[in-house]
Structures are given as C-alpha cells and as structure tokens.
C-alpha cells in the first residue's frame, strides 16, 4: 500500500485544516519544497497537493508553488484543487504533476470527468468526500444530495482507475479513518482506493493495509508527530505501486 504524505497550500503556506473549514487554517510548515524534501528523504515515492484557495476560487491559485516540488524533488506529485477544465489538466500534466485530482467537477460536470479520464487514463483520479455519506464539493463548502457509493461506480464506470475518498468529520482530527465506508468502497467497486482523512498512527496504517486499499493519505498526524513517515511505510509494506 502506498503512503501519501499531504502538503495543503493556502495563501502560499503549508497549512492544515479541520474538517475542511477554511477558518481552523493552521500552519504547519515553513516552506513546502524543504517539507516536500524531508518526506522524500524519508522514504515517499509520492506526495499528495491541494491547492485551497484554487479549490475554492475554481482556477489553480498556487501552482508555482506545486511546480517547484516536482522540479526540484524526484517525487511523484498529485495535485487537487480547482481543476475544472480540460486545459487545467493538461497546464499540470505538461509540467510534470503525475496525476491530477477531479472533485467537485466530476460531481458537477461527469461528461468532463469522462472525457479526462478517457484522454489521460490513470493520471487522473477521482476524489470523493463525503459528508454523512453524501458527496460535497466546492472546497467542501457544499454538500450534495449524491451517495458516496453512487458516486463511486459513477466513476468506475467513466473508466476511473482511483479513487481518493476522504470522510470529512474525520479530516484533521486525528480520530481514525473510517474503516467501514472505506471497506465498502473498496468492495463496490475495481477502482483503486486511496484513505484519507483521521489517520492518527501506525496501527491506522495497518488496519487500512488489512482492507487492501491502494493508498492512505497521511498529513496531520505527520506535522503532529503521532505518526512517522518511515514507521508509515514500513507498515504499509513499502512503496511499490502494485
């Protein structure tokens, strides 16, 4: 299973949110290249992106700040936040980001979700964030009447290959990932499932390797120190793709 260290990027800081509400934004980093480094040094192969500000304005906000750490580091990185048109895609795809996340425009606009995956294929992922089961959007300001699971084979059969699915009450609480929606995500669909949100330690790590999902996300529990970097690879059993 891979292990994703997460850099959100706000305002052009490092930042980290609770629940997603924009107004709990806490620093937690100087410098996203030096922070995107340490994570490499430590054993990632890939880093995880999002641009706030461009997932609430709908257009990339801070993507100079993304490119610097695919210039400058050998990380894989993907990028969500604000991505809502095609020649969105392809401006971070042609500067090297190795696969680009699709929100709130897959759940608002499918024929364009479509159309991406059918022209870029496993570079594009799918993130679904649920609230109380029901997927929300828009930097997670809204919530939709769309069923997580609905959604989920939606997109499997738009030809979707990942899936990324974050329960927002965990999201930047440290309280665990939800086991059961991610389990039955997993098993609703062929998708690749990548865990986000409420990883805490180690033992969350490999409670989410049991469910044989294809990532976990890791980032508060980073910058706080519940959870190590290496300790997270090692318990996920490396950093092979397959």
């Given at each position: ?18 629940r ?25 192969a ?15 906000v801070?993507?100079?700040l ?18 809502r ?10 500067n ?15 024929a364009?979700?479509?159309e ?8 594009i992922?799918i993130?679904?964030d649920?609230?109380?089961?029901k ?19 939606q ?8 899936l990324?699915?974050?329960d927002?009450?965990?999201?930047g609480?440290l ?15 062929s ?6 949100g ?17 990532g ?5 529990s980073l ?8 300790d ?11």
């Open positions: 299973m891979l292990i994703f260290p997460a850099i959100d990027i706000k305002d052009g800081e490092c930042v980290r949110l609770r997603g509400d924009y107004a709990t934004a806490q620093k937690v980093a100087e410098d996203a290249l030096q922070t995107a480094r340490s994570f490499e040094a430590e054993g990632a890939w880093l995880h992106m999002v641009d706030l500000n461009g997932a609430k304005d709908a257009h990339p801070n993507a100079s993304v490119f610097q750490v695919v210039r400058k580091t050998g990380l894989k990185v993907e990028i969500g936040g604000g991505i048109q095609m020649d969105t895609v392809a401006y971070y795809l042609q090297g980001v190795s696969r680009v996340i699709l929100g709130s425009a897959a759940l608002r606009n499918p364009f979700a479509k991406a995956v059918r022209k870029w294929k496993e570079q992922a993130g679904i649920a609230r109380e089961g997927v929300a959007a828009e930097g997670w300001q809204k919530t939709s009447t769309v069923d997580y699971l609905d959604f989920a084979k997109m499997e059969q738009i030809g979707a290959q990942t990324i699915f974050t927002i009450s965990r999201d609480m309280s665990g990932p939800n086991l059961e929606m991610l389990d039955r995500m997993n098993q609703s669909v998708c690749r499932v990548v865990a986000s409420g990883i805490r330690h180690s033992a969350d790590i490999t409670a989410l390797k049991a469910l044989n999902l294809y976990a996300i890791c980032g508060k910058y706080e120190g519940t959870l190590n970097l290496s997270a690879i090692s318990a996920a059993g490396g950093q092979d793709e397959t």
